[in-house]
């Protein structure tokens, strides 16, 4: 394996244009017994300490800008300008986490319930060293942005980057070590899934994997025999429906955006679209009329004619060619594209498409859309939901109502009305699947604690003795639980006044005034007492 290399190569042009050797097992191993020892000292460091330090990398970020934006250019055969978009959610990204972190990540008080004189609160911690492994069609973001989340919640990290793009993954370490106070707290590792194998086997805490769905079953089996916890970020066969009260020509124009953005090689793309039979022809016309539009080709040069650029990786050629063939096969008709010249693939149209056929049923991953006419909205549902995926999905329709009502109808992690693929820039909006997909969230919030693990505190003085729940830990005291299960959650004035009821005799003996009067006032101020307690505990808590 020491041998083994990772050739660069410009899918644009097929130039080698550099190469560096895998990182062993034996390294692999050593990285993570270093960043065990390191996370001790990253996590001793204040939140404030941390945030200074990323603060540092956002400044390398910004000021590498045009040798980040040319390799990725070289290494995926993406434009600048997308590579730059790709930067700049990085950053966007990486400024969240410095300016919100400390609320995110901020203690919890908890209600203590009847343990009024006790304190209770849960605090984040970060699991220790996270391993984060990424795939090779957003290189940078897809790596850096778990990796600087998992960083700023504490936690070391160790990263994978794809092996399809390691000209990216070599840049991804040098910017970490032009931060002299970060490069201690972080390793790269390079190589294929063996590499990635041998990381999931170094034991790290938490392992976070954005990649195909095949590839997360076979990470989870290995991080299963040691019990690690794994996020997925995984495949998507994102649906698009298109209603009949839509902005057909919208629809069309963004559709084809969606679907052949970076070649059609994103995990929300536009991998099938359905519509209401009504517009189906105006839809199909309109497609049309935009795909012609779509420049393909490629440059190293900033500012680009092409909207479409080369497959990045030989393997996505094959599945998409094994896709069309099928859908061929079962009767499927190209009505645009369909040629290839070495990686540069035409976007492709395809109509008289069903779910017996791959390009319906599993991840193209390539600048191909599929269109299906259906009879309405309730067939459309069914079939967006009839998947094993379910990362995001596009409803098209005037009225924004409608398509919230069918979106909660819908088996995907984001649903976005009458837009495709900007949901992932807004960088505070969690970002995941369910199903097949993926548990992951990135972005937000959730993106930073899943990166830590919970921690429970309660604290106090040793149980006092007029305590409701210390008295009740002794026998005999079964009218007060009997009295404050009514009291604090009866759901009636009479569930709740019954143990005040209880109180007082049934017959009241003719008692002399004075004492029914006592009797009466001890009520009440034991009443008084329980919701003065009450009140207490409350205003406690929302301390
Ligand atoms: O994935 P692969 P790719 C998905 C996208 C598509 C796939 C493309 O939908 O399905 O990713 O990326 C490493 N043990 N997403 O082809 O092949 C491998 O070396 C440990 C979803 O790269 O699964 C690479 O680094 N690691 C996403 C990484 O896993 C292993 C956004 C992914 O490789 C391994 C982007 C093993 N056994 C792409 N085998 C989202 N949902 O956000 C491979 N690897």
Redesign the pocket.
């Known amino acids: 394996m020491q041998t083994d290399k990772l050739i660069f190569t410009n899918p644009a042009t097929g130039e080698k244009f550099g190469e560096m050797p895998m990182t062993s097992p034996e390294t692999v191993a050593l990285y993570r017994q270093e960043m065990g020892r390191a996370a001790a000292v990253w996590r001793q460091k204040t939140l404030a300490e941390r945030v200074r330090i990323l603060k540092q990398f956002q400044g390398v970020l910004i000021e590498a800008v045009d040798e980040i934006s040319a390799v990725l250019n070289q290494d995926c055969g993406k434009t600048r300008q997308d590579g730059l978009i790709e930067l700049f959610i990085t950053v966007d990204l990486l400024h969240q986490y410095c300016n919100h972190a400390a609320r995110w990540l901020r203690r919890k008080s908890i209600w203590p319930g009847l343990y009024f004189f006790r304190r209770y609160y849960t605090e984040q911690r970060p699991y220790g060293t996270v391993a984060v ?6 290189p940078l973001i ?1 790596v850096l942005g778990p990796a600087l989340a998992a960083l700023a919640a504490g936690n070391t990290v160790i990263v ?5 793009t390691a000209a990216t993954g070599q840049l991804i370490e040098k910017l970490l070590q032009r931060v002299p106070d970060l490069a201690p707290f972080v390793r790269v590792v390079h ?3 063996r ?3 041998a ?2 086997r170094s034991k790290p805490e938490l392992v976070f ?8 079953k ?2 989870s089996q ?1 991080a299963a025999e040691n019990l690690t916890p794994v996020i997925f ?4 066969k994102d649906a698009m429906i298109v209603l009949e009260d839509a902005d057909v020509d919208a629809a069309a124009r963004w559709g084809v955006w969606g679907a052949f953005f970076n070649a059609g090689q ?3 793309a536009v991998e099938r679209v359905y519509v209401v039979e009504s517009v189906y022809d105006a839809f199909v016309e309109r497609v049309l009329h935009y795909t012609r539009e779509f420049k393909m080709g490629y440059t190293p040069a900033v500012e680009s004619p092409y909207s479409l650029g080369p497959l990045t ?1 030989q ?1 996505q050629v094959t599945i998409m060619e094994q896709h069309l063939q099928d859908a061929l096969a079962k009767g499927a008709r190209i009505l645009a594209g369909g040629q290839r010249r070495e990686m540069f693939a035409e976007p492709t149209v395809v109509v008289n498409v069903d779910h017996d056929m791959l390009l319906m049923r599993e ?1 193209t ?1 390539s600048p191909v859309m599929p269109i299906m006419k259906v009879k309405n909205e309730a067939e459309a549902v069914r079939l967006a939901n009839d998947s094993q995926y379910g ?1 995001g999905a596009y409803i098209w329709t005037g009225d924004l109502q409608r398509g919230q009502r069918l979106g909660q109808q819908i088996e995907a992690g984001t649903i976005v009305i009458n837009d495709v693929l900007s949901h992932f820039a807004v960088t505070q909006l969690p ?3 369910v199903k097949q ?2 548990n992951g969230r ?1 972005h937000g919030e959730q993106d930073l604690l899943q990166f830590t693990q919970t921690h429970a505190y309660a604290v106090g003085r040793p149980p006092l003795p007029f305590d409701i729940a210390t008295v009740l830990r002794q026998p005999g005291y079964y009218w007060l639980g009997d009295a404050v299960l009514k009291l604090v959650f009866g759901v009636t004035p009479r569930q709740r006044l019954e143990p005040l009821r209880e109180l007082l005799p049934a017959e009241l003996p003719s008692v002399p005034p004075t004492t029914r009067r006592t009797a009466n006032n001890l009520a009440t101020a034991g009443t008084l007492m329980a919701l003065a307690t009450l009140l207490l505990s409350i205003w406690r808590w929302r301390k």
């Open positions: 492994i990424g795939p090779w069609n957003y897809m994978k980057p794809s092996e399809v190589g294929d899934g590499v990635g194998e990381l999931v994997l954005t990649g195909s769905t095949p590839t997360g076979r990470v290995v970020e995984l495949g998507g994103t995990c929300m990786f393997r991840e991953f990362l970002f995941g699947g997909s993926g990135v």
